[in-house]
């Protein structure tokens, strides 16, 4: 089956310091929600320390460029001394289910021996995506016995009462000119609660090979009989440097949303000739609006550039989205 084609339509937003804790960065946009023509995003920005909180925007559905109102204070208070989310947060995956919206967020903690950890919080909103709390202090994914590490971003989406989770997850450290680089690729979980959830180790997308260091942000969907994931990969070593290297966006194809094959020349979409994203594209989330399918995805910098988004020229029936 032949891949979608998007049509870029520019940025939507860069950070710009309005805020004294979103001094810098727009990463990882999620779509939280559609009231109308109002679309709910989440992203994450960071304060004058690096510290990272995330924000909430409302954009026009039918025209996510057109930005309605931007809210004023983070959507959580950093998370409890020495818990797994006092050094920053980032937004990755929201469902609604029986009313409520859950808000699978990724928690950062500052290291020794390596520069960060990370694990998957959750929050819920009651309110419709006005106010959200967490569930926990604690997280509600983090390493195991057999998965040592870290997890990151996640991807959720409820099917027939359970819940599936495509995650990142890192399977070790290395030192690269003197520095420790992770490398993640992407795993599938299961769970009846959204809070319990059944590893087993098994990965969605592997690496192709030895030069392949991270793979992540996962966005899964499913039109009735085929399942489509975009995430975005890049390599080990250099990708900071060197654009070729960079991530760019990856695409699989399944029929169980468990067994995939890659398809990354598929995927679409690409960087720029020139602009705020002509070094890398990252952290897709594609999500059908009505009768739009739409990407949100970063450009360069890991969003340091803002965000943008991308339309289909086509759409494919996904069940389950924001419409």
Known sequence: MAGIQWDKQGRIYAPDARLPWARSHAQIPTVAGVNGDTLQLLFSSRDAG?????????????????????????????????????????????????????????????RNTIPYHNAVGLAISEDGGRHYRRLFDGPVMDRTADEPYFCGTT???IENGIWRNWYLSCTGWTVVDGKPEARYHLKYAESRDGIHWARGGR????????????????????????????????????YRERSSVSYRLGYAESTDGIVWRRRDDDA????????????????????????????????????????????????????????
Request: overall charge negative; charged content about 20%; some cysteine.
């Open 50 to 110: 690096n510290r990272s909180a995330i924000a909430s925007m409302a954009v026009r559905a039918s025209a996510p460029d057109d930005i309605i109102a931007i809210d004023p204070d983070p959507v959580l208070p950093s998370g409890v001394l020495g818990t797994f989310d006092d050094c920053g947060m980032m937004p990755s995956s929201v469902v609604e289910h029986d009313g409520v919206r859950y808000l699978y967020y990724i928690g950062w903690n500052v």
């Open 155 to 157: 991807c959720v989406r």
């Open 203 to 238: 990965v969605a997308i592997d690496y192709l090979d030895d030069h392949e260091g991270g793979l992540a942000r996962a966005s899964v969907h499913f039109d009735g009989s085929l399942y489509r994931m975009w995430f975005c990969k890049r390599s080990h070593d250099g």
């Open 268 to 323: 679409g979409l690409d960087v720029s000739p020139g602009g705020w994203d002509a070094f890398m594209v990252a952290y897709p989330e594609v999500v059908q609006v009505g009768d739009r399918l739409y990407m949100f995805y970063n450009g360069d910098g890991f969003g340091a550039s803002g965000f943008g988004y991308a339309q289909a020229r086509t759409t494919i029936g996904i069940q389950g989205d924001a419409t």
